[in-house]
């Protein structure tokens, strides 16, 4: 991948976020639609995570939410952000804040 500069890391708004909501995008398997609450206001995010999270387990979990990425529509669903998470073979590992940090706190 290509290098960013240091000032290019900073244009990115990454907080915590609580998610208040979960359901599946009905017609598929892998879109799980959430509400996460972002400190200041509640965010909609379309995410491929829920043959690995069933959307029940994850109301009341912190994540790292990607908060200026320009909205996007997935399978005809809006996406207002995007919640970070690694690849591992298949299947998305999400870090989840274990202390409790608050909703919308900025990441560095």
Same mark, same amino acid.
């Given at each position: 991948m290509e290098q960013?500069t240091?000032? /290019?890391f900073?244009?990115?708004?990454?907080?915590?976020?609580?998610i208040t909501?979960a @359901?599946r995008? @009905?017609?598929?398997q892998?879109?799980?639609k959430?509400?996460?609450?972002?400190?200041? /206001?509640?965010?909609?995010?379309v995410?491929g995570v829920?043959?690995?999270? #069933?959307?029940e387990?994850l109301?009341?979990?912190?994540?790292i939410?990607?908060?200026n990425?320009? #909205?996007a529509?997935i399978?005809?669903? /809006?996406s207002q952000?995007?919640?970070?998470?690694?690849d591992?073979?298949?299947? #998305?590992?999400?870090p989840?804040f @274990? /202390?409790?940090? #608050?909703?919308?706190?900025?990441?560095?």
């Open positions: 960013i240091f000032d /290019e900073k244009r990115m708004d990454l907080r915590v976020g609580q909501k @359901e995008v @009905e017609g598929t892998k879109l799980v959430l509400e996460v609450d972002i400190g200041t /206001e509640k965010r909609q995010i995410a829920s043959e690995a999270y #069933p959307p387990t109301v009341g979990k912190r994540i939410v990607v908060a990425l320009k #909205p529509r399978r005809g669903v /809006e952000g995007m919640l970070l998470a690694a591992v073979g298949d299947r #998305p590992i999400i989840f @274990e /202390e409790d940090v #608050p909703a919308g706190t900025k990441l560095r």
